[in-house]
């Protein structure tokens, strides 16, 4: 096979299979995601996964946001639950859950697909759903009932809403909205409307402007998640603006004893079975309490501890509480599909000076390199991790594009100077 200076081997792979990768990509998380999800049957190996199918069965029965039907509860966040609900009042069994969240993966690659569109990078599709279909964990935890799926899926549209230019009244009530449901389906996304929103400032030529539409769609966040916090003060009467987990979480990743290689042995620590006496109202507060007490008692060992896990944000493995959900196989599995990923992102922030960042890349390379600062004030996870690694996979079927484009653009004006 001969080419011209035009067509080379990476443009004709961009013409004519990214398509077609996108495509394939998309039928294994819609049709093998059912396979795997009729596979795996009812069994819910993990607890969290119990927790939150227990909230959503007693919402379906009318028994309200409870885990035993009586007494009410804001343990978990309200989004993920009221959906399961929604499916489960509608006959869906615990299969029938599982497929929802492959679903939610082929709207990711669909929101994907319409972001790179959007920044004239739509060819690189087809390396980023290849690339995210590869990346195992991803099918993996699409099989159990973990709101992560959902999340990426919000994480993605809110980038999809934030790129658009110009960005009008209606794209910033929109990011009001989805910035509470953003927090709403899993704390831990609180930390992404801020990103954004300095993102769109810094990178305006029209700040004032920006600013003003920026103050649209806190209001409209505020207003959301203002219904929640009315519930939960209406029941436990006190202020709980989302949970009242994840004081126990800041704690497990911020008490002098923390092992971040056994961090779950937790529940046999005196701390959590005194706090295990507490109303559920008033757990909260108390490792809150206790994390402060660390901070400000032991600062050196608290900031030692933050970087390390910081460093451990990025590991490839983490130890869980289910033996054997992590052996060694899936161990290799997780390096060599997780790295190159990583090591790419890396190249291309070593290669500013030289390449400087769009727009598009300070979105992206924020969003990741801040998900690490943020996740390393509690406790980091893959399974936290994970929406941002799909926002990776995007970003480097971004910056392939991009460099094909501009090979085809120094080829394109060799041709026009006759050389």
């Keep these: 096979m001969s080419f011209t200076k035009r067509e080379t081997f990476n443009t004709i792979f961009q013409e004519r299979y990214s398509a077609r990768l996108y495509l394939f990509s998309l039928a294994v998380f819609i049709i093998g995601g059912f396979i795997y999800s009729y596979y795996l049957g009812a069994q819910l190996k993990f607890r969290d996964e119990r927790l939150y199918l227990a909230i959503a069965k007693n919402i379906a029965a009318g028994n309200g946001f409870s885990f035993d039907g009586l007494k009410p509860t804001a343990f978990l966040p309200p989004v993920y639950p009221f959906l399961l609900a929604l499916f489960i009042k509608m006959g869906a069994s615990v299969v029938w859950l599982r497929y929802m969240n492959f679903v939610f993966l ?117 207003c959301c998640l203002s219904a929640w916090a009315y519930r939960n003060y209406t029941v436990f009467h006190r202020f ?70 910081l460093t451990d944000y990025f590991n ?48 992206l390379s924020s969003l990741y390199i801040g998900s690490a600062f943020f996740h390393a004030v509690f406790l980091p996870r893959i399974r936290f991790r994970l929406p941002y690694d799909m926002l990776l996979t995007m970003y480097i079927g971004y910056m392939y594009s991009a460099i094909i484009r501009g090979r085809m653009f120094i080829a394109a004006g060799e041709d026009d100077n006759g050389t």
Excluded at 177 to 206: D, E, R, Y
Excluded at 338 to 350: G, K, T, V, W
Aim: hydrophobic share 50%.
């Design 106 to 222: 082929g709207f990711c690659l669909f929101t994907m697909r319409s972001i790179l569109q959007y920044e004239k990078a739509g060819k690189g599709i087809g390396l980023a759903a290849i690339l995210m279909l590869g990346y195992c964990v991803i099918f993996y935890t699409a099989g159990t009932l973990y709101p992560q799926t959902l999340f990426a899926l919000i994480l993605l549209i809110v980038v999809r809403v934030a790129v658009q230019q110009p960005f009008r009244a209606i794209y910033a009530f929109l990011l009001g909205i989805l910035s509470a449901v953003i927090v709403l389906v899993h704390g831990t996304g609180i930390f992404v409307p801020p990103v954004i929103c300095v993102w769109l400032v810094v990178t305006s030529n029209k700040k004032r402007q920006i600013l003003k539409r920026l103050s649209l769609a806190v209001f409209v966040s505020i």
């Design 240 to 309: 709980i603006p989302l949970t009242t987990h994840g004081g126990d979480i800041l704690y497990i990743g911020n008490n002098p004893h923390t092992s971040l290689s056994a961090w779950y042995e937790y529940v046999n620590e005196d701390f959590y079975k005194e706090a295990s006496k507490l109303p559920e109202e008033e757990q909260n507060s108390y490792y809150v309490r206790r994390t402060i007490e660390f901070w400000t008692s032991q600062p050196w060992h608290a900031l030692r501890l933050y970087f390390l896990k």
């Design 316 to 363: 490839f493995r983490n130890n869980l509480c289910v033996s054997g959900e992590f052996n060694t196989w899936r161990a290799v599995v997780m390096f060599i599909t997780y790295y190159p990923l990583l090591f790419s992102l890396i190249a291309r922030i070593l290669s500013v000076k030289r390449f400087p960042f769009s727009r598009f890349d300070w979105l």
